[in-house]
């Protein structure tokens, strides 16, 4: 039986580089959509079984921008303590669905694919869903990832604004790289950026 992989799309941050409460960079329109549904859509359109997202800053906002499509959205209250307590919500959720790795997506990558996904998904099912999976851009380490199910523990042990970068490095796992290009190290975390990038800030909607 094939491992069984599930998303967890983090979209709970503050954006402050976005100079604006009222500018969160996941409301940016790419094509008229939503930053964050552009990205909830990617993950529904791959080969997980299942998607959750975390939600925290501007979560009426932001789970209205989902609004119709299918993924379980979970809250994070401590959101603003940084990215590790938005892991261990997801791992959380996941957890509970009984998955074997984690496929950590971040909200505001709009390079990132459905077959950017697949090939993640496919690379971790290939390695019998014991290695992690890592995105690069041109051998330079990116996102997403995908976690085995062996390091939801340590998952739950982090702190701060803190990703997983360094419990791969100390975890002992063999990690399989998977060159993607730029769409591994392209987020949106500016309005420049944004606009950079084919977008259209949110205060510039109207």
């Known amino acids: 039986m094939k491992p069984i992989v599930g998303i967890v799309l983090l ?3 503050m954006a402050r580089r976005m100079g604006s409460d009222r500018n969160h960079k996941l409301l940016a329109e790419f094509d008229g959509v939503p930053l964050v549904r552009r990205s909830a859509f990617t993950a529904v359109d791959s080969d997980a079984a299942s998607v959750t997202v ?3 800053h501007r979560q009426n906002d932001i789970r209205r921008a989902l609004a119709g499509l299918p993924v379980a959205i979970v809250a994070n209250p401590d959101y603003a303590t940084g990215i590790a307590s938005s892991l261990r919500v997801g791992i959380a959720a996941l957890e509970a669905n009984d998955v074997d790795g984690a496929l950590v997506m971040l909200a505001d990558m709009p ?3 459905a077959a950017v996904l697949n ?3 496919a690379a971790f099912r290939n390695a019998d869903g014991l290695s992690v999976i890592r995105a690069v851009a041109r051998g330079k380490n990116g996102n997403p990832v995908i976690l085995p199910r062996s390091l939801y523990a340590a998952i739950y042990q982090l702190e701060g604004d803190v990703g997983a970068r360094h419990l791969i ?3 002992g796992l063999s990690v399989i790289d998977v060159e993607i290009g730029d769409a591994a190290e392209m987020d949106i975390d ?3 950026a944004v606009r950079a990038a084919g977008g259209i800030p949110e205060d510039d909607l109207g």
């Open 169 to 171: 490095q100390s975890s």
């Open 54 to 56: 975390v939600v925290g």
């Open 111 to 113: 390079g990132v694919t």
């Open 190 to 192: 500016t309005p420049e």
């Open 119 to 121: 090939r993640l998904i």
């Open 11 to 13: 979209a709970a941050g």
